[in-house]
């Protein structure tokens, strides 16, 4: 079985971040979500897990930082094209994201990245390998 990652972010309005990640084309497993949870799948080993912010404060005794103003994570998902990462992106500003900074193009590495509805940072990124610089 190969490693499964489950990204749990802390959330302030449930129905409105599954909206916002259905808008991005990931489906809701709903047999892992209820008035305090939601299971958003990536991929079939990526897994995020939309927390309500009281159900997520009892995983930890630390205070939830607020990612509209501080970063806690940033979090790369990997695109098969560039064409890729701009419609991810796209679909992101489009559903009420907000674009963090500004395209970036390395030659061999081309990013975006935008903040989700509660500010939590993701970046979509294409690398083409071939491309790469050799040392």
Known sequence: ???????NLP??????????????GYANNPQFTDE??????????????????????????????D???HTEAIICLSAESRAGVDALADKAL????????????YGFMYQRSFQDLDGHQWEVVH?????????
């Open 36 to 65: 305090n949870a939601a299971c958003i799948v990536i991929s079939d080993t990526i897994y995020v897990m939309l927390l309500v912010e009281p159900f997520f404060q009892g995983f930890t005794r630390k205070t939830i930082c």
């Open 11 to 24: 959330v302030r309005d449930l129905e409105k971040s599954k909206a916002f990640f259905k808008a991005l």
């Open 94 to 105: 489009a559903a009420g994201g907000s674009e963090t900074l500004e395209a970036k193009d």
């Open 127 to 135: 690398m083409d390998e071939g491309a790469m610089p050799s040392d």
């Open 1 to 7: 079985m190969s490693t499964q990652i489950f990204v």
């Open 67 to 69: 990612a509209r103003t």
